[in-house]
C-alpha cells in the first residue's frame, strides 16, 4: 500500500493567492483528518469526515479555509486568499473509522505532509 | 519581534540506554491511546497503542505503561537507538463514543547522543 499520498510536497505563493492541498487517503479507510502543524501551536486538528461528511470541523480557523472530500479517495483543503500567517505544514491522515472493538481502527496515518510558505 | 513556539520537553539520553518518555492526558473518559513518532521533515508515525483495559502493552523494544488513576501514560525505549531521535507525541482517543478523533499532546523532543 502506498500510504497516504499528499501533493504538492512543497507549495511556495504569495499572499492573496489560491492554495489548493490534495490528499488521497488509504484505499478502504473511512475516515480523513486534516491538521495544520506549526512551531507555534503545534498539531491542530482542521476538520475530519467520515464516510465523505464532515463530521467536525471547528478546527478550521476561518472562513479563508475550505475543505472537500467529493469520493473516498480524494480530498482537498483549499485556502483562499492565503494570507503569510498560514505559513505550516499540512497533513492529511486517514483511519478505518469509529466503531471497531476497542479503538483499534481508530489509529492515523499520516502522510507526508505539505510544506506551505506564503510570501 | 521575536516569536515565542511551543515549548517541547527534551530528553537526551546516551546511546544504549533506556528512554522515557511520560504523557499527562487530559481526559478521564478516553479509553485509547497511541503513541507517534515524528521525525524531521516527515508525518507522524505510529509506534504502539494500548487500550483503557490494559496497564502496559509491550512491543518490539518499546513497552507503553498507561496509569488511568493520573491519566498518566509513558513511553519506554529500551536500548535507545540514534534512530529513535525523534518528537514523540501521545494521543487519546474515546473510543467509546464511536468517533475515532485523536486528541494529541504538544510532543517530547528525544535526542540520543553516542
Known amino acids: 500500500d502506498a500510504g497516504v499520498i499528499q501533493s504538492p510536497r512543497h507549495e511556495v505563493t504569495e499572499m492573496g493567492q489560491e492554495v489548493t492541498l490534495r490528499c488521497k487517503p488509504i484505499?478502504?479507510?473511512?475516515?480523513l483528518f486534516w491538521y495544520r502543524q506549526t512551531m507555534m501551536r503545534g498539531l491542530e486538528l482542521l476538520i475530519y469526515?467520515?464516510?465523505?461528511?464532515?463530521?467536525?470541523d471547528s478546527g478550521m480557523p476561518e472562513d479563508r479555509f475550505s475543505a472537500k472530500m467529493p469520493n473516498a479517495s480524494f480530498s482537498t483543503l483549499k485556502i483562499q486568499p492565503s494570507e503569510p500567517r498560514d505559513s505550516a505544514v499540512y497533513f492529511c491522515?486517514?483511519?478505518?473509522?469509529?466503531?471497531?472493538?476497542?479503538?483499534?481502527?481508530?489509529?492515523?496515518?499520516f502522510g507526508p505532509g505539505t510544506r506551505l510558505t506564503v510570501l | 519581534g521575536e516569536s515565542v513556539g511551543l515549548h517541547l520537553p527534551t530528553l537526551s539520553v546516551q546511546e544504549g540506554d533506556n528512554s522515557i518518555i511520560n504523557c499527562a492526558y487530559s481526559n478521564s473518559a478516553s479509553d485509547y491511546f497511541i503513541w507517534y513518532k515524528q521525525e524531521s521533515g516527515k508525518g507522524p508515525q505510529f509506534i504502539i497503542d494500548?487500550?483503557?483495559?490494559?496497564d502496559k502493552r509491550q512491543g518490539q523494544r518499546v513497552t507503553v505503561l498507561l496509569n488511568k488513576t493520573v491519566k498518566h501514560l509513558s513511553l519506554q525505549i529500551a536500548a535507545t537507538q540514534p534512530g529513535d531521535s525523534a518528537v514523540y507525541f501521545c494521543?487519546?482517543?474515546?473510543?467509546?463514543?464511536?468517533?475515532?478523533?485523536?486528541?494529541f499532546g504538544t510532543g517530547t523532543r528525544l535526542q540520543v547522543f553516542p
Open positions: 494500548i487500550r483503557s483495559n490494559m
Open positions: 491522515a486517514s483511519s478505518l473509522g469509529p466503531g471497531t472493538s476497542g479503538g483499534a481502527g481508530n489509529e492515523q496515518f
Open positions: 494521543a487519546e482517543n474515546m473510543a467509546w463514543q464511536n468517533t475515532d478523533k485523536l486528541i
Open positions: 469526515f467520515n464516510n465523505n461528511v464532515p463530521i467536525d
Open positions: 484505499s478502504g479507510h473511512n475516515s
